[in-house]
């Protein structure tokens, strides 16, 4: 069982900046994607950003050039950082991991942290 626990979401004034933490822990033999995830009150959850073990990323259009994810291989951990950050960016964040654990290739997804933009 692999779990994820995000942390970093807070209340931000707009144009502000947040950094937001993952740390997966378990069983972990490899973490083939890392990502983070959003959903908005009365909103289907939508992509953010992902990270391969590749190092390839992808963003959604609505945060290119503000948000940057990255990791630290040595613990099982990405972040994001948002700059920028507008009123439409308020949301729970969610990270979310593809791993391979001791059985196979499975996702996870943390409990999410709440980013809310407000002047």
Not at 10 to 25: E, K, T, Y
Not at 61 to 88: A, C, H
Request: aromatic share 10%.
């Amino acid at each position: 069982q692999v779990r994820l626990v995000e942390s970093g979401g807070d209340l931000v004034q707009p144009g502000g900046s947040l950094r937001l933490s993952c740390v997966a822990s378990g069983t972990i033999i490899s973490i083939g994607v890392m990502g983070w995830y959003r959903q908005a009150p009365g909103k289907q959850r939508e992509l953010v950003a992902t990270l391969l073990s590749t190092g390839a990323t992808n963003y959604a259009d609505f945060v290119k050039g503000r948000f940057t994810i990255s990791r630290d291989n040595d613990k099982n951990q990405w972040y994001l950082q948002m700059n920028s950050l507008k009123p439409e960016d308020t949301a729970v964040y969610y990270c979310y991991s593809q791993a391979r654990t001791l059985g196979q290739s499975s996702p996870y997804w943390g409990q999410g942290t709440q980013v809310t933009v407000s002047s």
